[in-house]
T-cell receptor, first 112, second 112 residues
């Protein structure tokens, strides 16, 4: 099955700087790549996703990049704020197969 | 708003005992999932279902059973709980075409 590797287990940035979280996947059939945020002690919430028919997607301060050749995708959070502090999970799914395979998570800390 | 409700929210179980975790969704979603979260491992898929009265094995099904008696309800059953099953368990649901997956608040299970 698909394996998703999340490269940074922890990441610390100063408020206002950008944060980048990188993930790689193994299965070339994967075509859907969402990101989820988990605040301390809480559940996971969807933040942004990208499908394999595009290589860039932006939603306000969040940018997702997809490099299909390298089987790599990344989440860029610009102008970080303290409320961005959380664990971020990347995931991948194959088309016609409604199962998400998750990375191990990146704990992002935004320092004032 | 999409809702996935898990019960109980926390449970202490005795080794060798039977544990049932329940999940109810009001999203009218076809797919339901049970994930397990352990520190450093992200979320790992235990079982999932895409239609009532049918369940599928995920990546780590050993020691777990699942039951989907209706579209709204999905249970995870540990027939003989073991110490290694101490974890946080998340139920989730999604539509037929995978977009956003909605997660419950999680159940913290401690096996002693």
């Amino acid at each position: 099955g698909e394996k998703v590797e999340q490269h940074e287990s922890t990441l610390s940035v100063r408020e206002g700087d950008s944060a980048v979280i990188n993930c790689t996947y193994t299965d070339t059939a994967s075509s859907y790549f969402p990101w989820y945020k988990q605040e301390a002690g809480k559940s996971l919430h969807f933040v942004i996703d990208i499908r394999s028919n595009v290589d860039r997607k932006q939603s306000q301060r969040l940018i997702v990049l997809l490099d299909k050749k390298a089987k790599r995708f990344s989440l860029h959070i610009t102008a970080t704020q303290p409320e961005d502090s959380a664990i971020y999970f990347c995931a991948a799914s194959m088309s016609n197969y409604n199962v998400l395979y998750f990375g191990s998570g990146t704990k992002l800390t935004v320092e004032p | 708003e999409a809702a996935v409700t898990q019960s109980p929210r926390s449970k202490v179980a005795v080794t060798g005992g039977k544990v049932t975790l329940s999940c109810h969704q009001t999203n009218n979603h076809d797919y339901m999932y049970w994930y397990r979260q352990d520190t450093g491992h992200g979320l790992r898929l235990i079982h999932y279902s895409y239609v009532a009265d049918s369940t599928e094995k995920g990546d780590i099904p050993d020691g777990y059973k699942a039951s989907r008696p209706s579209q709204e309800n999905f249970s995870l059953i540990l027939e003989l709980a073991s110490l290694s099953q101490t974890a946080v368990y998340f139920c989730a649901s999604s539509g037929r075409v995978i977009t956003e997956v909605f997660f419950g608040k999680g159940t913290r299970l401690t096996v002693v």
